[in-house]
Structures are given as C-alpha cells and as structure tokens.
C-alpha cells in the first residue's frame, strides 16, 4: 500500500525543514568558530578579563583573581572567580592567545541555545524548538559575546538552565537539581545579581499564574528546597568564604558596590574603572538592539496586527497560556530591572535574549497555522533587507581597512546564497530559518572584515609587535610609556613578548612628564596631538598603526 500524497508531502516538507535547520545552526556556529581569534583582545573589556585569568595562571591561584590595574598588580575582589577558571583551563590547553580566552564564552553560548532548544522541545515540540534555537543563536548580543571576553555569557548559561530546569521540575528529578546548580553557577559568575535575575521571572509569574488559576504552580512544591538550598550552599560559599580569608573585606566591597551600590549610584566607589551612564529607560532600547534582526520583524509584525493583538480577547488568550507569560516575564525581567540603574552596559541585558527566542518560539507553536499573509509578506521582505544589509555591510568593511581580495569572495559566496536561499521553495518556517542563516552569514562577514580595523584601533597588539623592533632601552627590553594609563590589552600582549621583552610604564595623569622613559605610545586622534606635545615636551613620532603612535624621546 502506496503512503498518501499528504503524508508524502508532510515527510518531504519535514526532511527539508530539518536540513536547513542542519544547515542554519551548523553554519551560525561554524561562522562564530572561526572569527573566535578576530579581531585581537579589544580594549577596555576584552583586555582586563584575559588579563585577569592571565595573572592568576602565572601566580598559580585559584582562589583570588588578580588585575594589572594601569601598573599596579593588585587582587580583583570585583567579580567571583568560575569565568576566569574556564579561561585558565582554555590558556593551559591551547596557550595564551585569543582564540583561547575567547573559547568559554563560545562554548557557553553553544550550552545556552542547547538548553534553551532541549525544554522548549519538551515543553512545546520541535519545531518550535528550531525556532527557539535558530532566533537565539542569531540575536545580535548572544552572536558577538560568544566571541568575546565576557562574563556575561557564562552567567546567562547560569539563569539559562536555572529557568528552564524550573519549567521542567514537575516533570524531572534531574531539573529539580540543575536549578539550584543553575543559579550556583551563575552566583559563582557574578554573584547574587545571578539569583535576582532568576526571581525577577519566577516571581511574577507565580504570582500571575496564582491570581488566574486559584492556585499555585506546581514547580514550586516539585523542587527539593532544603536539599536544593544545601547543594547551592556547598558549590557557592567555599569559595566566598576562602576569598574573604585571603582578602579581609571583600564580601563588604563585593556584596554592596559591585551588586547593588551600581545600580543606584552614580560614584558608587568602583576600584577597577569608571561606570558606563545610561539614561532612564535606556535598557528597552539596548534590548531592541541585542535581540536585532528579531525584535525589529516581532515589531513590525505587531504594528500590523495591532487591531487584532490589542483586545480584551487578546490579552486573556495570553494571560492563560503559562508559558507565554514566562517567557515574557523572562523577556522583560532585565530591561525592568535596568530601568531607573545608573550604571550598566548593554551586556547586562544578555540574561533576557534567551527568554524573547522561547518567547518567539512558543508564539510559532500556536499562531503558526493562522498566521495570515501580511505577517508571510513581512518576514520575506524582511530577509529582502537583511540580504541587502548584509552585502552593503561587507562591501563597508572595504573603507575600514579589510583586504579587497580577502572580502570580494565573501561577497561572492554571500550572493550565491541569496540566490540559492530566493530559488527555495517553503512557507513561514522556511523564511524564518533563511532569515536566521543570512543573519548569521552577516555577523560573521562583518567580524571579518572589521577585524583589521579593529586590531588596530582598539587593540594593543599590533603596536607592540612593532614596538619589538625599536633599539632597546636596556639589555633585552624595549622601555615602553603609556600616558594617560596603560590599556589592559597590553599588559595582556606583553606579557607574552619574548626577546627583546617589553616594559610597560605607566603614571597618575600628573606625573606623565616626569616617567623616565624613551618611547613614548598613545592612541590619540590628531586633534589630540597638541595634548601629548604639551605634557611630554620634545618627543617625536616614530610610528603609527591606526591611531597608535609611537613617540621618541629627543
């Protein structure tokens, strides 16, 4: 008995589907991979970070991380320790270079869209896992941070798995357990923020889900809280407690300054830097902008809808499906945290992308079969633009410094696509799994291209390699002064200098004429070069790359 054609064309659509899944995914992931060592350890982030996990490999600690803060190597009791114990076991196993400071935020990014894909296939169903995935994979912030490094990454790995396995505990002996080492980790990251992060989701949506049921959710009698509470205890406080016997006082400056001191004040007495201000409200910006090209279609999609989506109807429908309301609680659990903070940076915002591509791949599950044909007709024009984008952006990158023969392939390939990808048959799964594919083909390309220029500007490396061939200032060393203090990257690159070795010098802004010191580096514009010639008399420029310039003293 010959199968009907209906089930014929349901195999053959779902053989389709799951080949351009492959093919998206493995191509999002692949393009991350290989732009992990471009551009080098860009400045102020990148560099104290692998510097960081740099110092405490060299002093062979595990407990207290260190910082060559502008020349003066001293603790780091900013951020807890578990990020830089992944960059440690990177550096030992692949050497001190970019690729391996980078390889923990890549391979947690790969962990946070695996786990997000794993419950939502449970919760939802497959296919609505695939777009979970394939969205999340492609937001514009998760893409580039798990190239970077970040801490944010690993923590949002954390709260990741603490809300999925939250989900899942009525269901799953293993999840009531993975919560609480979800939040372990991420408070093992960036310390007690981790746990407020995962209750500004759970929490309101108990309460909603409470408020519309008469009763409580069944997660919340699932999970095993005293032993819960005692595994969280045991993975979290030996480290803080070994760290304040190290470094009496740490939990005061840890606890207050770094986890709530800068969300509410704008000096909140930061010993490692200068806070990032944001005005109110920025955070929903910052959050359109790290769920790009997503939050732009989902917002258009809602301008066309509106008179459909704005009704009493339309809210209750929402209200009673558990799972939309999580997933927007997840959502909007950072850009309402962030909302009246005074220092952050859009990093932070990292935590909710997982929650909007659960969020998007739930509202596929149930609108997907109704979607009508405005919504088909915004989601192709929209992969019309991102194509267009796409190839204008790499044909950019040519006026930022990239190699012509190195980029007009690229442009090829990424033509070759579009045409491929416009030839293809299929509905709205199909468009969206396209859309995904070229956003990732874009963020790759645009990495790419932009390395040279970033490497440059933004990176110490290059201009310290050239600073190797310059006389030596005494016996196999070249005598190096940063004015204006020293980026962090080169204490990184530096230190792995061999012969002749670089010294970095750096000095209080007061004292820069009186370092002794026969070269002189800064990264300065040109209208900024009347600066340097006013605090450090007599000096000559030797060198530049980008907007490095060596100086000579005469």
């Not at 915002?349 to 109704?370: D, E, R």
């Not at 033509?415 to 030839?423: A, E, G, H």
């Not at 990176?459 to 002064?481: D, H, W």
């Not at 514009?525 to 007599?538: F, G, V």
Request: net charge positive; hydrophobic share 50%; charged share 15%.
């Amino acid at each position: 008995m010959s199968p009907k054609p209906s089930q014929v064309h349901s195999s053959s659509r779902l053989q389709a589907v799951t080949f351009v899944s492959i093919l998206c995914l493995g191509t999002v992931f692949l393009a991350r991979l290989l732009s992990l060592g471009m551009p080098d350890l860009v400045d102020t982030t990148e560099g104290r970070y692998a510097g960081v996990a740099q110092l405490m490999l060299a002093k062979n600690t595990w407990i207290t991380p260190w910082i060559d803060f502008h020349g003066e190597i001293k603790p780091y009791l900013g951020k807890p320790p578990l990020h830089f114990w992944l960059e440690q076991v990177s550096f030992i196993l692949f050497g001190q270079n970019n690729f391996a400071a980078r390889l923990p935020s890549f391979l947690s990014g790969i962990a946070i869209v695996a786990t997000l894909g794993f419950g939502t296939s449970i919760l939802i169903g497959s296919e609505a896992a695939i777009i979970a995935m394939a969205t999340l994979a492609t937001s514009c912030l998760l893409f580039f941070l798990s190239g970077a490094v970040v801490l944010d990454v690993t923590l949002t790995l954390g709260i990741t798995i603490a809300l999925v396995s939250f989900l899942l505990s009525d269901r799953s002996k293993i999840a009531r357990y993975t919560f609480f080492i979800g939040m372990a980790l991420g408070v093992l990251v960036k310390g007690p923020l981790a746990t407020i992060l995962v209750g500004a989701t759970i929490i309101p949506w108990v309460a909603i889900y409470r408020l519309r049921s008469g009763k409580w959710a069944a997660q919340l009698s699932a999970l095993p809280w005293i032993r819960g509470l005692l595994l969280f205890s045991a993975l979290v406080l030996p480290w803080y407690l070994l760290a304040e016997l190290q470094n009496p006082g740490f939990l005061e400056y840890f606890l207050w300054n770094e986890n709530f001191g800068r969300y509410l004040k704008s000096d909140y007495g930061d010993e490692y830097g200068n806070g990032h201000h944001q005005p109110f409200g920025a955070a929903f910006g910052m959050m359109i902008l790290a769920c790009f090209p997503w939050s732009f279609l989902v917002a258009v999609a809602l301008i066309a809808e509106r008179k459909r989506l704005i009704t009493k109807q339309a809210l209750d429908s929402i209200l009673e499906r558990p799972l939309i309301v999580f997933a927007l609680a997840w959502s909007l659990s950072c850009p309402i945290l962030l909302l009246g903070a005074r220092q952050y940076t859009g990093t932070y915002l990292l935590p909710s992308v997982p929650g909007f591509a659960f969020l998007l791949g739930i509202l596929w599950h149930y609108c997907h079969t109704t979607s009508s044909k405005l919504i088909i007709i915004i989601v192709k024009r929209s992969l019309t633009l991102l194509s267009i984008i796409m190839i204008a952006l790499s044909v950019g990158t040519l006026f930022f410094g990239a190699s012509m023969p190195f980029m007009i392939p690229i442009i090829i390939g990424q033509s070759f696509l579009v045409i491929r990808i416009y030839r293809a048959s299929g509905g709205l799964h199909m468009s969206l799994l396209h859309t995904s594919l070229v956003t990732g083909v874009l963020y790759g390309s645009t990495i790419l291209g932009l390395d040279n220029y970033l490497s440059e500007n933004r990176s110490t490396r290059r201009i310290l390699t050239a600073a190797q061939s310059l006389p030596e200032s005494s016996p196999n060393s070249v005598c190096l002064f940063f004015p204006y203090k020293t980026p962090f990257s080169a204490s990184f690159y530096g230190a792995l200098t061999s012969a002749p070795a670089i010294k970095l010098i750096s000095t209080h802004d007061s004292d820069v004429a009186q370092a002794k010191c026969p070269y002189v580096i800064a990264r300065l514009k040109d209208k900024d070069l009347i600066k340097i010639h006013r605090d450090i008399p007599s000096i000559r420029e030797i060198k530049r790359i980008g907007r490095w310039r060596i100086f000579q003293r005469q």
